[in-house]
């Protein structure tokens, strides 16, 4: 996928989301591993909203792992039972060098950065705007994700808005 | 976040959420092979005799697990006995 015109900032960030992605055993990238890349590399306006509203990655990677737990519990398998089984052999994690491809909803949510690029008059594309582009599917795991974290859209949008005039005044 | 409710396991109410669990299930289907092919190599079994049972083609199953398997005991396989197979 071509990606147009990402600051350093937002590249970092789609790199860390591919580590992200590996680490917790995703076979695409999805978007909440971009979410999740956003925090890892804490760069930009998006990351710094997030953070300020509390949102570690650590919290994060946890509810990846606690919806993945539940997604199996609702088919009767419970992953701790699974991990036991097979012992310490058992490692969700993709080798580094595994190529992974940009999930539907990850592409939807670059695209929905551009848009939101171009809506705010911006002439880059940074991590608020990605960050926006994730928001924008509500039907997500990545909003999803938020949710379950406590952390209100409309308060984070309102913070990166706050932070980008901020910058704007600097 | 909206309330999840199942009628009862196995039945998920939300078609999301029942390919949600094929995803799960799918990625914890890898891992969980790839620790059972581990698990196999240290008990000392052949990647032919892993790949009967596991009903797939020897080059399949080395293709597939030999070079995460390397990358985790690096210099010493997992299996010290028997010929290659």
């Known amino acids: ?170 | 976040m909206d309330k999840k409710t199942r009628t009862r396991v196995g039945r998920p109410e939300d078609p999301r959420e029942g390919l949600e669990a094929v995803v799960a299930l799918r990625r914890t289907l890898e891992a969980l092979e790839a620790a059972r092919v581990e698990n196999a190599l240290i008990a000392g079994w052949s990647w032919a005799k892993i790949a009967e049972v596991l009903g797939v083609s020897k080059q399949a199953v080395h293709k597939k697990h030999a070079k995460r398997i390397k990358a985790r005991y690096p210099g010493e396989p997992p299996r010290r006995k028997g010929s290659r197979s």
Not at chain 1, 26 to 36: A, C, P
């Open chain 1, 1 to 170: 996928m071509k990606l147009f015109r990402l600051t350093d900032r937002s590249r970092k960030s789609v790199e860390a989301a591919f580590k992200e992605a590996r680490m917790l055993g995703h076979d695409s990238l999805g978007d909440e591993d971009l979410l999740l890349g956003i925090l890892r590399a804490e760069e930009g306006i998006g990351a710094a909203a997030l953070a300020s509203l509390g949102v570690t990655l650590e919290d994060a990677r946890e509810e990846s792992e606690a919806m993945l737990s539940e997604a199996l519990s609702s088919i009767g398998i419970s992953i701790k039972e699974v991990h036991r089984e097979a012992g310490d052999a058992f490692d969700m994690r993709l080798p580094d060098d595994r190529k992974i491809p940009y999930s539907s909803r990850a592409k939807d949510a670059l695209v929905g950065a551009r848009k939101e690029m171009l809506r705010l008059g911006d002439d880059y594309l940074g991590t608020e705007h990605v960050l926006l582009g994730i928001l924008g599917n509500e039907d997500g795991a990545a909003v999803r994700m938020l949710g379950r974290l406590g952390v209100a859209l409309e308060a984070l949008e309102e913070r990166m808005y706050e932070l980008r005039g901020r910058e704007a005044e600097r």
